[in-house]
T-cell receptor
Framework: DSGVTQTPKHLITATGQRVTLRCSPRSGDLSVYWYQQSLDQGLQFLIQYYNGEERAKGNILERFSAQQFPDLHSELNLSSLELGDSALYFC??????????????FGSGTQLSVL | ELKVEQNPLFLSMQEGKNYTIYCNYSTTSDRLYWYRQDPGKSLESLFVLLSNGAVKQEGRLMASLDTKARLSTLHITAAVHDLSATYFCAVAWVRRTYKYIFGTGTRLKVLA
């Protein structure tokens, strides 16, 4: 168990809908990362937050947004869903980017199916 | 933009054999990671390599880093079925912010 909690584990929804994925980082970790894993695109970095502030953006669509709350949990909001958004969404956390012992701890993921 | 490439993408090997997975990256980075993912599961950290020439070993897996060649290798010695998984390398990319960019993954299947 990595200590990173993601909910829900599975989500089935229809095109055009909006969903929210939730992530609670490991105790003490300040940084949260979101990744999208699909068969054809591999593991794509979406966005990173550190202590409540957005720090880095990757290939995140405008229909997607995220935030990190004061208690450090994070939510990824996906709207106007399309079939191509079906994927496994991972959250990862770490203590402090740049630290020599830094590494990512991954949650178990949310499997999103858009029908 | 940093690109990370792995090869091979798929690897089927017999138990007891040795093989190497390669990870190439396109720009300078000060650290490289290897992760393992079992089917339908999350990613688990295997190694963190922090400097040129770094070598780490855990059981039948050994990872090394050559920062001048921008290359890391994951060597498998005397493979066993339990090593069947997908292996990812990831490179930390620092351009004002810190990103971890993952390779394409290598799906390893060890046949009994």
């Amino acid at each position: 168990d990595s200590g990173v909690t993601q909910t829900p584990k599975h989500l089935i929804t229809a095109t055009g809908q909006r969903v929210t994925l939730r992530c609670s980082p490991r105790s003490g970790d300040l940084s949260v990362y979101w990744y999208q894993q699909s068969l054809d695109q591999g593991l794509q970095f979406l966005i990173q937050y550190y202590n409540g502030e957005e720090r880095a953006k990757g290939n995140i669509l405008e229909r997607f947004s995220a935030q990190q709350f004061p208690d450090l949990h994070s939510e990824l909001n996906l709207s106007s869903l399309e079939l191509g958004d079906s994927a496994l969404y991972f959250c990862a956390s770490s203590l402090s980017p740049g630290d020599n012992n830094e590494k990512l701890f991954f949650g178990s993921g949310t499997q999103l199916s858009v029908l | 933009e940093l690109k990370v490439e792995q090869n091979p993408l798929f690897l089927s090997m017999q138990e007891g054999k040795n093989y190497t997975i390669y990870c190439n990256y396109s720009t300078t980075s000060d650290r490289l990671y290897w992760y393992r993912q079992d089917p339908g599961k999350s990613l688990e950290s295997l190694f963190v390599l922090l400097s040129n020439g770094a070598v780490k070993q855990e059981g039948r897996l050994m990872a090394s880093l050559d920062t001048k060649a921008r290359l890391s290798t994951l060597h498998i010695t005397a493979a066993v079925h339990d090593l069947s998984a997908t292996y990812f390398c990831a490179v930390a990319w620092v351009r004002r912010t810190y990103k971890y960019i993952f390779g394409t993954g290598t799906r390893l299947k060890v046949l009994a």
